[in-house]
């Protein structure tokens, strides 16, 4: 695991780390729900602090609202060797570390994730940028955060949507890394996980994909499973209206579900896993009702993909659970029968 990450107890950790630095200031970054919940819980492990707040959503995680905290830290008079503490979710992690990593070309931050996707994803890895107009995380650049402290005990306030949702990031890490993380999961039930053993294993998965390849040439890749249908999904709903929109991770799991079937049909990928795996998704999240009038708009998504290559759609399929195949080519036609066979296993 890597060494700037701690798992566990935020008030056993958070103290120590800002005693071994002098920090000038120190500011926390939050939004409405992370300022209610989640500050109360951090507050008294961290002296004297700035609150900077900015409105949830990723309609937010834009530049104007970068402005909005590059000028707070100038009104405060921060100076270099100031701190930024992003409590929050991966829209907060990911813009208020870009916002740091860039003021007066670089100032320390800590990531404190209060998602479960922002735990075991957004956190690790260091991917940090925003939204610029409607092409998503556009702008921004790597760097590995100073420190992230992981405590499981912000979940209690998180809605269950957004839990599930994140659930879809551990499942992904289980099905890409060999040995017992998929069996692990498969035999326990959502309700009842053990939510700081899970966050465990999957930073530890992602954590050692990230560090043999850094700046995703080719391992790291394989973290897109699932993703270039499940995005193309999400749009999709994105698209037919706000009261429509389904949660990243809920499309993800569609997604998995699809390229798992993609890759029974390609890779040989065998056909009991399929069964056990869809199963599972479908008993966690339901059955998203996928309208056949949108089947071609999704394909047409799928091709707008950012990870494809010469006008050719590429996905990451499986040979099996923990063998995953980059860059695999993959047809329209393909995509239709993924999403069909999705369809049928709501009859
Ligand atoms: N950097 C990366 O490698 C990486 C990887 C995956 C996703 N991301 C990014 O992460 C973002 C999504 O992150 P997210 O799913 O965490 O969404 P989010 O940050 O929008 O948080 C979801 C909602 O939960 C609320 N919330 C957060 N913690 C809470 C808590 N403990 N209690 C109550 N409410 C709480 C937030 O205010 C928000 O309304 C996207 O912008 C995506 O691009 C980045
Ligand atoms: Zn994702």
Redo the contacts with the bound molecule.
Sequence with gaps: MNKNITIGNIKGVLPSLLREQKYSSIAVLV????E???LPIVKGSIGDYDVIRIK???EN?NLTTCQHIWQSLTDNGYDRHALLINL???????MG?FCAATYKRGIAFINI??????MV?????????V?FGTF??HIGLFQIPNHVCIDAS??????HR?LR??FA?VIKHALITKGNDWNDIVTSSFESMEWETVIHKSVAIKSEIVSKDFKESGLRKTLNFGHTIGHAIESYFLSQGIDQKI???EAVAIGMICELYLSFHKLNFAQSDLDQIATYIVNVYGYVDVPESSFSEIIRLCGQDKKNKENKIQAVLLKSIGTAIVDSEISSEDILQSIQYYSNLNI
């Design positions: 939004d409405e729900n992370t209610k919940d989640c949830s959503g990723e995680k929050g979710g991966g829209v907060i992690g990911d570390g994730p209060t998602t479960l996707l922002s994803d957004a956190s690790v890895g260091g991917k940090l940028g939204d998503k995380n912000f979940l209690k306030t998180l809605p957004e949702s994140g990031e949660l990243h991770g």
